[in-house]
């Protein structure tokens, strides 16, 4: 069959892109993204596509090339557990921004439409900003279905990361062929995303006296028992320093590696105190070593770009079962 042609919103690096096509019968042919830092990653990645870097709300649909698969993992700062869970009511727009979503299906009817999001967005506001996006699609005649899915059981990636899914088709013949991907064993270890061997740049390294405070001798007492054969993540959260027992990275975050809340940090094979690399944070959302990081951008950039994006080989999966259900 001819590839399906994917238009990409609020595209970020590229991830869900990346996922679809890996899945090899899809094709992005068009993206958009108002950032233009992740602009630059994503178009360092698919240099076939020039990014309208333009504010959704400025997107006229008749400048939008037809296309058969909708992709958008649509901000979800107002939906997450992280943030102000604000939802529809964000006072900088973010939460009304499924409806440019549905401006465009409208318009463009189509046949599938994929969304991904925070899990918060389930139970967000006792149901009812859920219940809003369900009724809109009801109302455009698509038929839709969701599953919660965690990185590490349905991805094989070492990141226990939760997010909510929605596949939903235009035609209710592709509806009622598609079927949700079964879960996979963990085969993949944090030794697999991260280098605990390889000497690594000073800056990543913490050591006494580098931080104001008595962060240098908190981080040294908890992580002084660790298990090399089993190493565990650990977190600097402001005040306290918490241990991430489960064998896997914990979900990574827009302000990773900031030096500040949420941060992630390993004890070396050498017994150094660092965090983790850019690069090492990408390998753990699953983007393969030949995904191109710009080298002329802050870290800072890169990390929270890393932290924004998807599993892709989550993505890849739900792709994979999407293509089996339109090919049967």
């Known amino acids: 069959m001819e590839k399906l042609r994917c238009a990409s919103f609020f595209a970020g690096v590229g991830g869900i892109d990346l996922g679809f096509e890996e899945a090899k019968s899809f094709e992005t042919i068009y993206a958009n993204e108002i950032d233009s830092y ?27 090339p037809d296309f058969d698969v909708m992709l958008a993992g649509f901000p979800c700062q107002a939906f997450s557990i992280a943030g102000l869970r604000k939802g529809f009511d964000d006072e900088k727009g973010r939460g009304d921004l499924f409806f440019e979503l549905t401006r465009i299906l409208k318009v463009k009817k189509p046949r599938i439409a994929f969304f991904e999001n925070v ?13 809003v996006i369900c009724e809109k699609l009801d109302e455009l005649g698509y038929k839709y279905t969701y599953q919660v899915l965690n990185a590490m059981n349905y991805g094989n990636i070492a990141q226990n990361r939760e997010r909510i899914y929605i596949v939903a088709f235009r035609d209710e013949e592709d509806y009622d062929k598609f079927r949700w991907p079964l879960s996979v064993p963990l085969k993949t270890s944090v030794r697999d995303i991260i280098d605990f061997d390889k000497e690594v740049d000073d800056k990543y390294y913490y050591v006494k006296g580098k931080y104001k405070g008595d962060i240098y001798e908190l981080l040294e007492e908890a992580m002084k028992d660790d298990d090399p054969e089993h190493p565990a993540i650990y977190q600097w959260r402001r005040k306290y320093v918490r241990q991430n027992k489960s064998g896997v990275v914990p979900t990574l975050t827009a302000n990773q590696g900031q030096g500040g809340h949420n941060v992630c940090l390993i004890h070396t094979d050498d017994g150094r105190i660092r965090k983790m690399t850019p690069r090492e944070c990408f390998n753990t959302q699953g983007f393969p070593k030949n995904f191109k990081l710009p080298k002329d951008m802050s870290e800072s950039r890169l990390y929270k770009q890393a932290g924004n994006s998807v599993c892709v080989s989550v993505i890849q999966r739900i792709a994979e079962q999407i293509k089996e259900a339109i090919c049967e």
């Open 119 to 131: 899990k918060n967005l389930v139970g967000h506001d006792n149901g009812n900003t859920f219940r």
């Open 38 to 64: 992740p602009v630059r990653t994503f178009e360092l990645n698919f240099p076939h596509i020039k990014v309208d870097n333009r504010d959704i709300h400025d997107v006229q649909v008749d400048e939008i």
